[in-house]
Structures are given as structure tokens and as C-alpha cells.
């Protein structure tokens, strides 16, 4: 099956990113939607309901992902965080920089591992902040609605799809027609991947993140990377859920005694660096996975493409699939001979 590139994949999911940005003004105006939804509209997430009167003019963005949303809709934000992990020197990343190509930038405020820089959004003069997906607590929900209407995550810290993000946003920006465009097509891309790498399939897998303290770092179901494999048509391992505290955090520790317990047939982890992942295979309790013995390792390194599948949405899928998908078959074909 002929493998379909970034580049094709955005500008032909329906009047997307590249084309709907045609004709924004500088500063960041957005076009109109041309017959969206409908206002005002109430979105009700897990910090409050928030009403939105008319369609946003003046959008900004807060933690990840969220920016990536409302440009593949056609809203270039007037402010969002600078990326400290995966962006450029200016905290651009990547698949942000390709989309808004020969296009104003967003004005960057704050940055991505700092609390939020409250003032300096308000000094932007939105009149909606996306935060579909983040760690928004009570109070800086609060704090932020003083300046304009938020949306916030539907249920947990840092656990909404790719999916809920891009049809969140949608409602929020009267594009819901362009977000299930979206939606649709990042999904048949997914669904053309798992056809382009049959051996991903029914392939059980733990994700981690590397020792944390001398404990092995895994990463849940309900965690948006996990899910994303998943997508993938591949199964989070029996161990990981059997393991895991109570509560919704999506994210735990186990120490390193139990590491070579966990079965799976592929271990996935991510590193900022090729050293951070050399270091972590020669833990001596990682090297006893069975996952790892037998091939089973997928590593995912360099800090742009793990702030791409750390936290997908449909820019950033596309933008990193081509090398991520590699890098799981040859594991998966590995480990399951």
C-alpha cells in the first residue's frame, strides 16, 4: 500500500490546515467560518460550563496540542505558550512552524513547563483559551475565566483523545463540519497504517517513559500516547492495568523488582536523547524484560518526535507517523516471530 506523506494528508482533509488559513489577517485575525455552528454555544468540561456568545475572534491556547487544533480548523491563535520540549529556538515545533508556513506566527507567551503566565495572556485580549487538553487546575481555571471564556478537558488532567480535542475545538469555534473532516481523515489514516503494518495488530505493549527514581515509569490506558497506539490497532499489556493504583492519574511507578513481570510484546519508551536511551537499556532491570530480550524495544527518540506522539492531535500525527510507525513494526516483527 503506497504510503500517504504529511504534506498530501494535510492539504487534502477537507479544507484544512494549509487552505483554510488562506487569507488570515496578521495579528491573528481568523476568517469567518462560512456557515458554522451556531452561537452562543455551552460547552460543559470537567472545571464549570462555559458559554461562548459569538464566534472567537481572538484565540489563545494554554499547555499542549491545543494550538495544533485550531490550526488545522483554520484559527491561527493570537497567543500560545513557547515550547521548551520539541520547539524550535523561537518554541515553535515542528508540524506548528509547517502548517503556518509563509503565515504570521502566533504570539508565543509563557512557556510550555512554567506555571501560566496569566498576565501575559490577558495582555493577548482573547475572548476564548483552549484547554482541552492540560492540567488546568480549579484555581487557574478560574483565574483564566476572569480573562475570557475556557474551555477545559471533558474528564481527567491531560487525557482527552486527539479525537474529543479536534471535536471540542470545533463546537468552541463554530467549525464542527471542518473538525469531524478532521477527525475522519486522521483516522483513516490510522486505519491505513495498521493495513501498511499487519504485524502491529493484537500486539500487546507497555509504555514508559524511562526509571523514575529508580522505578520503571508506565503510562496507563487513559493516557492520549497509550491511546494513540491503540489506534494503531495494538493492546496495552494485561500488566500494566493489573498494576496501577486507583484513581485517574494516568501515569504511575513500579519499583525494580517487578519490571521483568511485566509481558508484553513491545516496550515502548521515549528519550529526549539517543544518551537517555542508551542509559535506560542498560538498566539491569530492563534488560531482563521479556519484552526487551527478545526484540521487542521501540524507542522513540529525540524530543520533537516525543512531544509529537506524547501529545498527538491532527497536526502533529501526521507530521511524525511516517517515522514512528517504522519503529514499531520491526519491534513487533522482532518480538512475535
Known sequence: MPTLSRRSFVLSAGGLAALTLTGCASGGGIPSSGGGDGFPVTITHRLGATTIEAEPTRVATVSAANQDVAIALGVVPVAMPFFDYGGDAEGVLPWVREALAGKPMPQVVGRSLEPIAFEAVAAAQPDLILATYSGLTQDEYDTLSRIAPVVAYPDAPYATSWQEQTRIAGRALGRSTRAEELVVATQSRLAAAVEEYPQLEGATFAYTGGMDGGQLGIFRPTDVRVRLLEDLGMTSAPFVE??????????????????????????????G??????????????????AVKAGGYAPIVGADRVAASSSPSVLSIP????AYLPILADAAARSRR
Do not use: H
Open 242 to 271: 493489573q498494576n496501577a493504583p486507583s484513581g485517574d492519574a494516568v501515569y504511575y511507578t513500579v519499583s525494580a523488582e517487578l519490571v521483568p513481570r511485566l509481558r508484553s510484546d513491545l516496550l515502548v519508551g521515549f528519550f
Open 273 to 290: 536523547t539517543p544518551d537517555l536511551d542508551a542509559a535506560f537499556l542498560a538498566d539491569p532491570a530492563v534488560q531482563e524484560m521479556p
Open 319 to 322: 507530521w511524525v507517523l511516517d
